[in-house]
């Protein structure tokens, strides 16, 4: 009996309807007969009954659906799909994402051949500041500066949870902070940081399917993205002042720098979606603060 090698990952919160169709999809392509693959669906104790409504696939194939007892929120969920994965690769996908079923067995192959083995896969990538998927043929590796850009869309994201799990714990506060809106870029900065091998995959594995609003509010104004500045900059501290290995404590240390750089970028982007009126006088008060600093001032 093959042995399955890679689990499907669905968090679940109040989207019955997407999450049918999503389950429809994939029974129909039979991804769910695979049998090197599990899909694993976790409900986070949604009011809408997503959780009955995906019982009805509950041991269909390999699916398996569990729910939380207690709302752990997107960032605990994420964080249950790596505690109950029992295969060696967790590939997340959404409630409201369709997975492509065409993009798994040439996954599975690389899984099985790739010498050394990944510890996290992106079919992700950043150029020029646009975000998009598989733009060409090779299989590329993630430099350990680009751990925020191969990762910021969750879907389609690769993880070895065996590695996960016993990174994970070394910043659980920080997985579960509110302020958190990226617990799959802290992860792979920590299996990065370690020198676990990433690579960027020329396949598409999972497509946007209902592109349903994220439910975080918010996300993208000045005061989110303060938060979220702060939060990776006290993970970064955190990282460069608890590493033992001098070699890795001094990366972290880079990190942090070009973190701290970047602020006004970050900080920009924000003002030029909440209120494009302002930009011009943003981008001016940047250029003369930078004035300022390059005067010593």
């Known amino acids: 009996m093959t042995q399955a090698v890679l689990t499907i990952g669905i968090p679940v919160y109040n989207r019955r309807e997407a999450l049918c169709a999503v389950l429809e999809k994939l029974v129909a392509d039979q991804v769910h007969l695979l049998p090197q693959v599990e899909v694993l669906v976790i409900d986070d104790d949604s009011p809408d009954q997503s959780y009955e409504a995906a019982m009805a696939f509950d041991g269909v194939g390999n699916i398996r659906v569990l729910k939380n007892a207690v709302r752990a929120g997107f960032r605990g969920n994420f964080c249950k799909l790596i505690e109950h994965c029992r295969t060696e690769y967790l590939m997340y996908s959404c409630d409201d994402d369709f997975v492509v079923a065409q993009g ?83 992860l792979t900065l920590l299996l990065l940081l370690f020198g676990y091998p990433g690579v960027y995959f020329p396949v598409e594995l999972v497509r946007t399917g209902f592109d349903l609003e994220s439910g975080i509010e918010g996300y993208a104004t000045v005061a989110q993205r303060w938060q979220q500045y702060l939060f990776f900059t006290e993970l970064l501290e955190h990282l460069a002042a608890n590493i033992s290995e001098e070699r890795i404590a001094g990366y972290a240390r880079q990190l942090l720098e070009f973190h701290r750089q970047s602020l006004f970028l970050v900080l920009g982007n924000a003002v030029s979606t909440e209120r494009p009126d302002l930009t011009s006088v943003f981008i001016a008060g940047a250029a003369a603060y930078f004035e300022k600093q390059k005067a010593g001032g």
């Open 104 to 186: 798994i067995p040439p996954l599975l192959d690389y899984l099985g051949s790739a010498n050394p083995p990944p510890a996290v896969l992106s079919s992700l990538f950043y150029d020029k500041g646009q975000v998009y998927r598989s733009n060409t043929e090779q299989i590329l590796p993630i430099q350990l500066g680009e751990y925020r850009h191969c990762c910021s869309h969750l879907p389609g994201l690769v993880y070895n949870a065996r590695l996960a799990k016993a990174v994970v714990p070394r910043i659980e506060r920080f997985m579960l902070d509110p302020r958190n809106a990226y617990p799959q870029c802290c």
